[in-house]
């Protein structure tokens, strides 16, 4: 049965799909809650904001996602164990499965959206669902389509989203009831078994993420702010400071996660904001709490207290509590979600050795190089069973979400870098003066001061020496910075334990880079760093 009060361009029978019962098309926000809660899919916390829970599956599920491995543009996966391959034949099955589920539903939600906010470089893309909720998830995290152009809207992609139907592993040739698949010939992605709202948004990153760079597109998972003109990227993996960072009172926000980077300047992927909530505070992030208070919200896997309110330090369901909101909801942003060309790229890393600098100016090779293999650490209490730092490498700082060699996205970066004269600089958030255990974490406010000095240009007459074991540039001096900690190794009492460990780093880079090294060129492999001989 059509609900025949939306025109539409393209009929859901173009997916395969019959369904009998009620069809809402592109409802708005507060239609959309207002079924959530009259079907029970999720209630309203005192604030009157939605909130949903997601069962057992309360994060993404990388073990269960796949890619159809089928001629066409799959030719071009570097397949492993992030990209894993599935066949056509399992694929036919999943989706006359999912196709059949949908069409008995009483209900489908349909919502039509963009992905990427420049109209030169957006993706048609539209949601199928079963939950009201999930497609005012889609309404948040998408670019909003205008209601004159839905008429005319076709999709590329298309989401068809059954989160309550589970898969048979033996017999349906999964892993487990979770299934999330990319058929990219197809325009298709299949998802069923997770009710986790993130599968929906990262299935069409990935997708982006393999068709830009066809066009010299580079997309990138980072954050990104401008002062008007010039813009700055902020790549970094969780914990190291991408999202506080980027969030600053004299420059305004393009976007804190999915962003490319065309020949016009760089546009947000997204259309709102996807940001974790746990151990939230109005002190500290003012802004993305305030959003937590305002309808149209989406707040996930939240306990609330007895009153209704978010209790942000409760982590009883998950440590990954999130909150979805419109980007309109961010007072501080540029108003079309797109800027200038980066001036600046900074890569953001938390390393619990101690031994890489505060701040490091990279060449362009040097930063294909750390672009590629995405460094940061885990310290004791993170997960079960570390007691001691650990290096973690993910790929262009999003490997789960990458689906062409990483060469690829790092020629491109250091292309760009190179074509428009941006400065690239890393940023150590994490520890010196012996490592974690030994010493405090870098004081936030000396972060906060090297960083706006090299956004400013305050760093251009300064005197920066050459880092022999890792190779880029190193400031000896920045005002609000005390000088002892721009060389990690003045500060640890015991130098021979650096060098050990700062040896011991290095060769961790080497052994994680190898894997890549076939596809880069020469010039890039010789920009990582090399272990010195020390007494």
């Known amino acids: 049965m059509q609900d025949s009060s939306q025109e539409t361009a393209v009929p859901l029978s173009v997916h395969g799909l019959d369904p009998s019962g009620k069809v809402h098309w592109n409802l708005g926000w507060q239609d959309l809650h207002s079924s959530a809660v009259e079907l029970g899919e999720a209630r309203l916390t005192s604030q009157g904001v939605l909130l949903a829970t997601t069962g057992e599956r309360t994060g993404r599920s990388p073990n269960d996602r796949f890619i159809v491995d089928e001629p066409g543009l ?24 999912v196709r059949g589920h949908l069409n008995s539903r009483e209900n489908l939600f349909v919502k039509d959206a963009f992905c990427g906010a420049d109209p030169n470089h957006r993706m048609p893309v539209r949601l199928v669902t ?26 590329e992609f298309t989401i068809l989203h059954a989160p309550s139907l589970r898969a048979v592993p033996g017999r349906d040739g999964t892993n487990s009831h979770v299934f999330v698949i990319l058929a990219l010939d197809r325009g298709l992605v299949i ?41 700055a990227l902020f790549f970094g993996l969780s914990g190291t400071g991408k999202t506080t960072l980027s969030a600053d009172p004299n420059r305004a926000l393009v976007g804190d996660d999915e962003h490319g980077w065309s020949d016009d300047g760089v546009f947000n992927f ?37 009153d209704g309110t978010p209790d942000f330090e409760n982590g009883s369901l998950t440590q990954n509590t999130r909150g979805s909101y419109p980007i309109e909801s961010i007072e501080n942003r540029t108003q079309d979600s797109m800027a200038g060309h980066p001036k600046n790229v900074v890569f953001l890393t938390c390393d619990a050795f101690g031994v890489l600098p505060p701040l490091s100016r990279l060449t362009p090779e040097q930063a294909a190089y750390h672009f590629i293999s995405g460094y940061t650490a885990k310290v004791a209490g993170t997960e079960v069973g570390i007691s001691e730092p650990q290096a973690t490498f993910s790929t262009c700082f999003g490997a789960p979400f990458m689906p062409r060699h990483p060469s690829v996205y790092a020629d491109l970066l250091s292309e760009k870098i190179k074509r428009h004269e941006a400065k690239c600089w890393m940023i150590n958030t994490g520890w010196v003066a012996g490592g974690y255990g030994d010493s405090s974490r870098i004081k936030i406010k000396w972060t906060r001061a090297l960083l706006n000095a090299a956004l400013r240009g305050d760093l251009d007459d300064v005197v920066f020496v050459t880092d022999e074991r890792f190779g880029f540039s190193v400031p000896l001096a920045c005002e609000g910075v005390p000088d002892s900690i721009l ?18 780093l290095a060769q961790m880079f080497i052994e994680n880079f190898e894997q890549f090294s076939s596809g880069c060129s020469e010039e890039v492999q010789q920009a990582g760093p090399k272990p010195i001989l020390v007494d």
């Open 74 to 97: 799959a030719e071009d996966v570097w397949w492993g164990e992030v990209n894993k391959s599935t066949n056509s034949k399992v694929f036919e099955n999943l989706l006359g499965m």
């Open 487 to 504: 060389q990690p190794r003045e500060t640890w009492h015991d130098k021979k334990k650096f060098d050990g460990t700062a040896n011991l």
């Open 191 to 231: 998802i069923g078994g997770t009710h986790y709202a993130g599968e929906i948004k990262k299935a069409i990153f990935t997708i982006m993420n393999h068709i830009l760079p066809m066009k010299g597109l580079l997309p990138m998972h980072c954050s990104a702010n401008t002062d008007g003109e010039d813009s």
């Open 130 to 155: 079963e939950k009201a909720w999930h497609a005012a998830f889609m309404h948040n995290m998408f670019v909003r389509a205008e209601e004159e152009e839905l008429g005319s809207h076709e999709p």
């Open 270 to 306: 997204e259309g709102g904001c996807y940001a974790k909530l746990i151990g939230l505070s109005e002190e500290d992030e003012p802004a993305i709490f305030a959003t937590t208070r305002m309808p149209g919200s989406i707040l996930e896997n939240v306990v609330l207290n007895a």
